[in-house]
């Protein structure tokens, strides 16, 4: 495949139909991010360059196509206990508060929005398993979403490369819940089977969900407007129990967007409470 410049009338598609089918705002500055990720689909697709890898998309305008280009253009990256601040108060303050306050029904549900590839869900689970064996007991849902059913599809697989496992994944865990299987680590099937994905666009019509009792929703916020900021937020909290929990990125906030969250400050790590 030869090298290209995109033109701004490309880069302009680009970022409106990635906007028009997700709500996420892509500059037109970020031409090299474009060009870095939609170069492997060109490629496979048997185009020359990427400009023709856009044009016959935006010609044939085929769902498929224009749902893998999207897909390709939203972030994914993700690691096990990234940033390990909300795993440790999710650890000695929530959960222990949640065995508290659920003790009568016994459920527990928590959901990862924009999950991407599972590393954190799964980090919750095992999380769960190491430190509260009583929850085996109870009902425990554990609920990853995303809009790209390839990233969905690799989290089912719980497989996971040696790079993957090496960030954030401390060796006695990595012992106790994954077995190596070549170059890749897979889970096993008692952690695996604790977590459910399911896509969902968080800007279209969502699926049945469980109240949740704690929602993960970090670093994903940023890359909205803040019109929808505020239809997300109000939406995320339809679907929260009383007491229920909001983790965000560090650089997001309901601030000016939702006064019905209250912002609390534990352990090096913030989260938001429904007032």
């Known amino acids: 495949m030869t090298a290209t410049t995109l033109t701004p009338d490309a880069i302009s598609y680009v970022c409106t139909i990635v906007r028009d089918r997700s709500a996420i705002e892509l500059e037109a500055s970020k031409a090299y ?11 496979h697709q048997g185009c020359a360059s990427i400009m023709d890898y856009i044009q016959r998309v935006r010609v044939k305008r085929e769902p498929d196509q224009e749902r893998r280009l999207v897909e390709a253009l939203t972030t994914n990256e993700t690691s096990f206990f990234r940033d390990i601040h909300p795993f440790n108060v999710l650890r000695s303050t929530l959960l222990p508060e949640f065995r508290t306050l659920r003790a009568t029904q016994k459920t527990l549900n928590i959901w990862s ?47 996971f490369s040696q790079v993957e496992v090496n960030r954030g994944l401390a060796a006695p865990l990595l012992v106790r819940y994954f077995e190596r299987d070549g170059m890749n680590w897979n889970l096993r099937p008692e952690l695996k ?9 968080l800007i279209e019509s969502w699926p049945p969900l469980p109240r949740m009792d704690i929602v993960f929703l970090r670093n994903v916020l940023i890359y909205f407007s803040p019109e929808t900021k505020k239809e997300i937020l109000r939406t995320v909290r339809q679907v929260m129990a ?29 989260f938001y409470r429904i007032k």
């Open 242 to 270: 009383p007491q229920a929990v909001l983790f965000l990125g560090a650089a997001e906030t309901t601030m000016g967007l939702d006064t019905s969250f209250e912002r609390v400050e534990a352990q090096n790590s913030v």
């Open 33 to 43: 991010l474009i060009e870095a990720r939609l170069g492997p689909l060109a490629k």
């Open 193 to 201: 089977a604790m977590a459910s994905f399911t896509k969902l666009n």
């Open 113 to 159: 929005a924009a999950c991407s590839t599972g590393q954190e869900l799964y980090s919750i689970a095992m999380t769960i398993r190491e430190h509260f064996p009583e929850f085996a007991n109870w009902s425990v849902k554990l609920v990853g979403t995303d809009l790209s059913e390839e990233v969905l599809n690799r989290a089912r697989a719980g497989r």
